[in-house]
């Protein structure tokens, strides 16, 4: 049977026969090509997902890691500031330490020497007591020796303290 619409004529039963040709066809490709390649692109989109999904949990950890490394280094160097400033102090208590340890030293050096001066000037002093009572011992024995008037005892013990002032 032919089925004619102006110049194109059309066989029914070849034309069932392509369409049915043709499901027939659809079908197996449908199942021998379609089928694996579906396959295939459904495998390729879950790879391609996993893949996201651990880039992201990289990411997650990377950017956890980041902030666990900000946090010891911020750890770290307040713990540098806190040895730093215990140093400070420490350097400042010895440097007290040590000012005060001189300023006794040389307050004990003051001391001792004043002492010494003092004990000095206290054997001069009997040093010069001694010579003293030796010339006026001297002195009386020469006014004995001479019985002189309040004149010439006058000069004479002129004459001995000038002495007694060249001899200190």
Same mark, same amino acid.
């Given at each position: 049977m032919t089925l004619t619409l102006g110049n194109i004529?059309?066989?029914l039963g070849t034309m069932l026969f392509q369409v049915i040709t043709f499901i027939i066809l659809l079908l197996i490709v449908r199942k021998f090509a379609m089928g694996p390649a579906m396959s295939v692109l459904e495998k390729r989109q879950k790879h391609i997902e996993e893949q996201i999904t651990t880039a992201e949990k990289n990411r997650e950890e990377a950017q956890k890691l980041l902030e666990e490394q900000r946090a010891a280094l911020k750890e770290a160097r307040d713990e540098a500031h806190?040895?730093?400033?215990?140093?400070? $102090? +420490?350097?400042?208590?010895?440097?007290k330490e040590i000012l005060n340890s001189a300023k006794e030293r040389a307050d004990r050096m003051v001391e001792e020497a004043r002492a010494e001066i003092e004990r000095e000037k206290d054997k001069a002093v009997a040093e010069l007591r001694d010579q003293v009572t030796s010339l006026s011992v001297l002195l009386a024995s020469k006014i004995i020796e001479k019985?002189?008037?309040e004149k010439q005892q006058q000069e004479v013990i002129d004459q001995f303290? $000038? +002495?007694?002032?060249?001899?200190?």
């Open positions: 004529s059309i066989e806190e040895i730093v400033e215990r140093a400070k $102090k +420490q350097s400042e208590v010895e440097a019985e002189l008037d303290m $000038k +002495q007694v002032g060249d001899r200190l």
